[in-house]
């Protein structure tokens, strides 16, 4: 949709002025939302506000008029345009570029596709089948709201499940889960696609700054900032937050090309940030065709190298907090308020434990380093929950974490530690 603001072909009425699509996202059919664009990006909550506003101040107007004579004088005209053909196009021709104008350099090449019954179905037969790639395997490629075989999630353990079965079922070389939008893809983990989109990206850009979500592990930092030499900064939760964030520094002399979130949501200034799992993934079928032309047996495998050397934790937990919103201990005040005094109160404690230091630059929550690992604490973004991301080298050392945590959140009541606690007492 926001390339359609961007492409020009006059025969199919592009670029247009503005684009809506409907979409829930990978949340249940019931949460459906519009989603619109102009050529400068997404429109942020402030937009959104002043067209409602406006939206109403016409609704209004309107019932002083007669609405027929009102909808005759507006009615425009329909044109149906298949776009998605286009867009598609401009992927293979990207591809192809890269290897040298090679008509299918991922020939023989098997890559599996779980589209989730989102929208990415359109990758295999219109990108990964010109290119010549064997797509044998892909599942789930028609489009169907209710979801019927696993939620188009990539952070979903169990759609992971299905196309981690569907790569070794199929003996493939490459697996590509979508979620519903197309704006996230990734086969490789959390912090793992980050780093092998920013070896590529700082490949082309040296020394250009990557901006990330807050959850981002420190064996990312070292990676980023030690092997490859680029400059790492993290920043809050929300695609939006951290595409913005780029956008910003950029303004300011901070040069920065890549902004990307663990959950696989990221955005490239080359493709005027838009967040596009589809292009971030041309950006990796690029480096597997270039490589490619120099061997047709080269496979996934010049990828996992790119990562070669990032440092990971053997233990990786998310904990979800709830916030009881109808507990008295919430004194008729919102769930947003008490959070963040369960924050003040976890800052506080932590400045008196030796074993543990803050972050000195963090963003969002509190972000604490100690026993050789290191803890979030933040405030959704949208829910009454208070998710707590914890890295460490072993289990020990990560229940030292959460003990830590638990011992300043046990006094708020409205809190619902069991998770925690059950974690901690395993």
Do not use: C
Not at 294 to 309: A, C, P, Q, Y
Not at 379 to 401: G, R
Request: aromatic letters at 6%; glycine letters at 8%; a negative charge.
């Amino acid at each position: 949709m926001f390339n359609s603001t961007l492409t020009e072909d006059e025969r199919s009425h592009l670029p247009v002025d503005g684009a809506i699509m409907i979409t829930a996202s990978h949340l249940p059919y019931n949460r459906n939302g519009l989603k619109f664009f102009t050529s400068d990006g997404g429109l942020n909550k402030a937009d959104i506000k002043d067209i409602l506003e406006r939206a109403s101040k016409i609704y209004e107007e309107s019932a002083h008029n007669n609405l027929k004579e009102q909808g005759e004088a507006s009615k425009g005209v329909v044109t149906n345009v298949d776009y998605m053909s286009i867009y598609a196009s401009d992927l293979v021709q990207a591809v192809r570029k890269s290897a040298g104008d090679k008509e299918k350099p991922l020939e023989e090449l098997h890559i599996v596709v779980d589209a989730g019954n989102g929208a990415g179905g359109f990758f295999v037969d219109k990108v990964l089948k010109p290119l010549g790639a064997v797509t044998t395997g892909s599942q789930f490629l028609e489009p169907d709201g209710l979801f019927p075989n696993h939620i188009p999630n990539p952070e979903d353990k169990t759609a992971m499940k299905f196309i981690t079965q569907a790569v070794l079922d199929n003996k493939a070389d490459l697996g590509i889960i979508f979620d519903t939008d197309v704006d996230r893809g990734r086969e490789l983990n959390r912090n793992r696609l980050i780093a092998l989109m920013a070896a590529i990206v700082l490949e082309e850009h040296p020394g250009t700054t990557v901006v990330t979500d807050s959850v981002t592990s420190d064996g990312l930092t070292v990676f980023i900032e030690n092997k490859l030499g680029g400059k790492h900064h993290r920043f809050k939760r929300g695609y939006k937050n951290v595409i913005d964030e780029a956008i910003r520094l950029n303004s300011i002399g901070e040069e920065s090309h890549l902004a990307m979130e663990t959950s696989g949501h990221g955005a490239l200034k080359e493709n005027h940030w838009l967040d596009d799992g589809a292009y971030l993934m041309v950006k990796l079928l690029n480096k597997l065709a270039a490589a490619r032309t120099l061997g047709s047996s080269i496979g996934s495998k010049v990828l996992t190298d790119l990562v070669e050397g990032l440092e990971e934790a053997d233990v990786t937990v998310e904990i979800r907090l709830k916030i009881d919103q109808n507990h008295a201990d919430l004194k008729g005040g919102s769930f947003r308020d008490y959070g963040e005094s369960v924050l003040r109160h976890l800052e506080n404690a932590i400045s008196k434990d030796p074993n543990l230091r803050k972050a000195p630059v963090n963003h969002e929550g509190v972000r604490v380093s100690g026993y050789g690992g290191w803890f979030l604490l933040r405030l959704s973004l949208h829910d009454p929950v208070l998710p707590l991301n914890i890295e460490a080298q072993s289990n020990d050392d990560a229940i030292k974490l959460g003990l830590a945590v638990l011992a300043a959140v046990n006094e708020f009541p409205a809190l619902d530690v069991t998770a925690l606690n059950k974690f901690v007492h395993q």
